[in-house]
Structures are given as C-alpha cells and as structure tokens.
C-alpha cells in the first residue's frame, strides 16, 4: 500500500535531512575506513493531524513472506519498488532473476565510486589503469550509479529519503541484530515508518556460517518476487560448483593438507607495528576453506587480529590467500615490497604460492562466492584443478549467473581486478 508522498513527508518530518548527506562517502577501494555516524533523531510516532491516507488495496493484492528473522511481513504480491540495504547481494541477485529495474535505492558500506588501488599498495606499482568502483551491480546495472545512496544499516540510514522514495518493500541484508545497536535502530525505525521490511541474514550472522544460508536468502527473494524457479536454477547451479571443489578435494589425508593464511596486507595494520591481519577460524573464508576445499586454516585462533612479522613467520604457511584489506593486494606486493622483507622465509613466499582473491567490499559474500572458491581452490590444490583454466571457467560464471554480453564479461573482470591480480592471464 502506497502512502502519499506529501503525507509521508510530514511522518519523518523531524527526520535529519542532512544524516546521511554528511556521511563520508566510503572508499569502495577499502574494507577498513570507518563511516562517519549520521547524527539521528527518533521517528516520531503519527498524530491524528500528520497519519498518512492511504489509498485501499483489496487484501489480494497482498501475500506474506516470512524472513530469515522468522518474521511473518504483508508484502505486496507484485513489488514495483524496490529499496536493497545489502552491500550488493540484493541487487545481484534481481539481476539474475532479471527484475533489476524495480531497485529505486540501496544502502552498502560505502557510496558506488570509482577508485584508484595504487594508493593502498606498499610497492610503487601504477599498472591498474581501471579507475572503478569494485561494486558490481555498477556493472551489472548501470543505473545503479544514479540511484540514490541511502547508508549503511550500523551507521545509519537516511531516513527522510528514503520514505521520499515511497518503496513498495525494503530488503535488508543483516549482519547481527541481535547484538549490534545499530541494525537494531535501523530495523525498529523502518518498521515504525509502516514499509514492509524483509531481513536477510549473512552467513556471518550465525556462530558457524554455512552455505545454506546464503541459499535461503535466494530462496526468501524468490518467493518475494515470484521467482521461485529462477531461485531453485541458481542454487542448484551454485551448489553445483561447490559439489565439483568437493568432489576434486575429497578424501585428502589430514597430512597431506596445506596450511592456508589468509592475510591481510593491510597497510593500517601496518601502522599498528604488525606485518598485517590475518582471519581465524570462525570466519566465513576459513569455514568455507576447510569445508568445502578441504585445506586447513594455518591460524588456528578466532577472529580477525593483527599479527607481527615473527608470529608470520612462526605459521609458516604453506599457501597465503591475498583477501582484500584496505585495498586491493596482488601476490607482487609480498614479493616485492620492502615492507614484507621480514617475513620472505615463510616458506608461501619462498615457494611463491601467495594468490590473491577476486576484488571485494564490505567484507562480504555475495553471488560470486562460488567462483571465488574455484580461484582460491586452484591455488590451493593447482595440480588437481590443473585443467581447469579460470579465464574461461570466469567467463562462463559471469554468464551463467547475470545473463550477461562478452562485453560485460570483460567489464566485470576489470572490476574485479582479476588480470591485475594476476588471478588470470
């Protein structure tokens, strides 16, 4: 049901215009800046004078969809408009159900803008001639770029322009509401506003993240847009690539397994004294590393830390996987730079088995997660995936998934940096 936007005005009228117009637009180059926090102020709840008409619908012109929270919402059977708060997940996902065209929004970590990596790098290295944006529903969908920006759901939303854009239904990919204040606030002040709000939850929302989940969230939007065959061909063709890594590393002996790093090559973790940060194992990439490509995580700790040069060098792993972390790192930049020249005896770097993943922000898995793991498995295990060449096999991914041209194809690698990252040749 659709609120007149003169009337909705008057509802977030003591809204702060100016939230999220002050907020620093967040490098897409970057997964470590911090957004400036939106001054906010609450939702005042309708008086009789400022209550919204509202126009009747006929009740069939609804349905309800049950969201990952096990919330029951009263949606629209045909939502024209659309607003994503996802840091691109939504967005990709209509794209590959075709119906990109409803998105009148979005909220990510950081506004969609071009960016140069070479400032992030600790080599003097000017070859990435691609000034983009790493987000690529830019790609995907062009008009994405117009669109406008709306924050970030733990830094803050911008309230007032978001009821002007008057969206049928809100999508919301969340992290922890359970315990993050923020998501908590955004939630009850989009719900206050009356638009019907469907959460989806990251695989990093639960204690031990699973593919699963990033299946139901396809599912939840499948049944939104009825969409649920196009929902049920993705997953199966996602779960088809996992089942194909699992199948070529299965039965590997518990010796025979690479010790895997992931390392941040993170400049400010640098400034900090340390050599970079490195991820534990209750991350989503070190879940899915022993999961699925069946290696190990070196660091057997938790969470994501800091290390130093000597504890590097104490790990001594056999792999090191280059995530992105304040930029993007291709495995040159550990070869080369004088930063890194106290950790070259670890036997990754000495035996040059560093590779570097597709570029990201946000620190989050979206649909290309499979096709990461494909990259990432190849550098783990090269001779059992020697046949697989991962320009073609990009190619067909990129396809497969978004139904898109050779010339988007080339497009989409740029924005990935995936040349640059000496991922393919």
């Given at each position: 049901?659709?609120?007149?936007?003169?009337?909705?005005?008057?509802?977030?009228?003591?809204?702060?215009?100016?939230?999220?117009?002050?907020?620093?637009?967040?490098?897409?180059?970057?997964?470590?800046?911090?957004?400036?926090?939106?001054?906010?102020?609450?939702?005042?709840?309708?008086?009789?004078?400022?209550?919204?008409?509202?126009?009747?619908?006929k009740?069939?012109?609804?349905?309800?969809?049950?969201?990952?929270?096990?919330?029951?919402?009263?949606?629209?059977?045909?939502?024209?408009?659309?607003?994503?708060?996802?840091?691109?997940m939504?967005?990709?996902?209509?794209?590959?159900?075709?119906?990109?065209?409803?998105?009148?929004?979005?909220?990510?970590?950081?506004?969609?803008?071009?960016?140069?990596?070479?400032?992030?790098?600790?080599?003097?290295?000017?070859?990435?001639?691609?000034?983009g944006?790493?987000?690529?529903?830019?790609?995907?969908?062009?008009?994405?770029?117009?669109?406008?920006?709306?924050?970030?759901?733990?830094?803050?939303?911008?309230?007032?322009?978001?009821?002007?854009?008057?969206?049928?239904?809100?999508?919301?990919?969340?992290?922890?509401?359970?315990?993050?204040?923020?998501?908590?606030?955004?939630?009850?002040?989009i719900?206050?506003?009356?638009?019907?709000?469907?959460?989806?939850?990251?695989?990093?929302?639960?204690?031990?993240?699973?593919v699963?989940?990033?299946?139901?969230?396809?599912?939840?939007?499948?049944?939104?847009?009825?969409?649920?065959?196009?929902?049920?061909?993705?997953?199966?063709?996602?779960?088809?690539?996992?089942?194909?890594?699992?199948?070529?590393?299965?039965?590997?002996?518990?010796?025979?397994?690479?010790?895997?790093?992931?390392?941040?090559?993170s400049?400010?973790?640098?400034?900090?004294?340390?050599?970079?940060?490195?991820?534990?194992?209750?991350?989503?990439?070190?879940?899915?590393?022993?999961?699925?490509?069946?290696?190990?995580?070196?660091?057997?700790?938790?969470?994501?830390?800091?290390?130093?040069?000597e504890?590097?060098?104490?790990?001594?792993?056999?792999v090191?996987?280059?995530?992105?972390?304040?930029?993007?790192?291709p495995?040159?930049?550990?070869?080369?730079?004088?930063?890194?020249?106290?950790?070259?005896?670890?036997?990754?770097?000495?035996?040059?088995?560093?590779?570097?993943?597709?570029?990201?922000?946000c620190?989050s898995?979206?649909?290309?997660?499979?096709?990461?793991l494909?990259i990432?498995?190849?550098?783990?295990y090269?001779?059992?995936?020697?046949?697989?060449?991962?320009?073609?096999?990009?190619?067909?991914?990129?396809?497969?998934?978004?139904?898109?041209?050779?010339?988007?194809?080339?497009?989409?690698?740029?924005?990935?940096?995936?040349?640059?990252?000496?991922?393919i040749?």
């Amino acid at each position: 049901m659709r609120m007149k936007k003169s009337k909705m005005t008057l509802l977030v009228g003591a809204l702060v215009v100016a939230s999220i117009i002050g907020i620093v637009s967040m490098s897409g180059c970057i997964d470590e800046k911090t957004v400036e926090t939106p001054k906010q102020v609450p939702v005042p709840t309708p008086t009789e004078t400022s209550k919204p008409e509202v126009t009747p619908v006929k009740e069939e012109a609804y349905k309800t969809v049950t969201d990952m929270r096990g919330k029951a919402v009263r949606i629209p059977k045909d939502p024209k408009r659309v607003v994503a708060i996802s840091e691109g997940m939504v967005d990709q996902i209509m794209v590959a159900f075709g119906i990109e065209d409803k998105i009148v929004g979005y909220g990510s970590c950081g506004k969609i803008r071009d960016c140069d990596t070479s400032g992030y790098l600790a080599i003097n290295d000017t070859s990435d001639t691609y000034n983009g944006s790493w987000y690529i529903g830019s790609i995907l969908y062009p008009k994405m770029r117009e669109l406008p920006y709306l924050g970030t759901p733990t830094k803050g939303i911008n309230y007032e322009q978001l009821a002007e854009l008057n969206p049928d239904i809100i999508i919301m990919r969340a992290r922890d509401y359970d315990k993050n204040e923020g998501e908590k606030k955004t939630i009850a002040t989009i719900e206050k506003l009356g638009f019907p709000l469907i959460i989806i939850n990251r695989p990093n929302h639960y204690d031990k993240p699973d593919v699963s989940t990033i299946y139901k969230e396809i599912e939840v939007l499948g049944e939104i847009f009825d969409k649920q065959e196009k929902a049920e061909e993705l997953i199966d063709f996602l779960d088809g690539k996992l089942t194909f890594i699992k199948e070529r590393t299965k039965n590997i002996p518990e010796s025979e397994k690479p010790g895997v790093l992931y390392f941040g090559l993170s400049r400010s973790a640098r400034k900090k004294g340390g050599a970079g940060n490195v991820r534990g194992i209750d991350s989503i990439q070190s879940i899915f590393l022993e999961d699925i490509i069946n290696a190990k995580n070196a660091y057997r700790g938790k969470g994501r830390v800091i290390m130093s040069a000597e504890q590097i060098l104490a790990l001594n792993p056999d792999v090191i996987v280059l995530p992105t972390s304040s930029g993007f790192h291709p495995p040159r930049e550990l070869y080369e730079a004088e930063a890194f020249e106290n950790i070259r005896e670890v036997k990754a770097i000495k035996e040059k088995r560093a590779c570097s993943l597709p570029a990201v922000g946000c620190r989050s898995e979206r649909l290309d997660f499979a096709m990461t793991l494909m990259i990432e498995a190849k550098c783990v295990y090269p001779e059992r995936f020697k046949d697989i060449d991962l320009n073609e096999f990009v190619d067909n991914y990129y396809k497969d998934v978004f139904d898109v041209s050779d010339d988007k194809v080339e497009k989409l690698k740029l924005t990935q940096r995936l040349r640059w990252l000496e991922i393919i040749e």
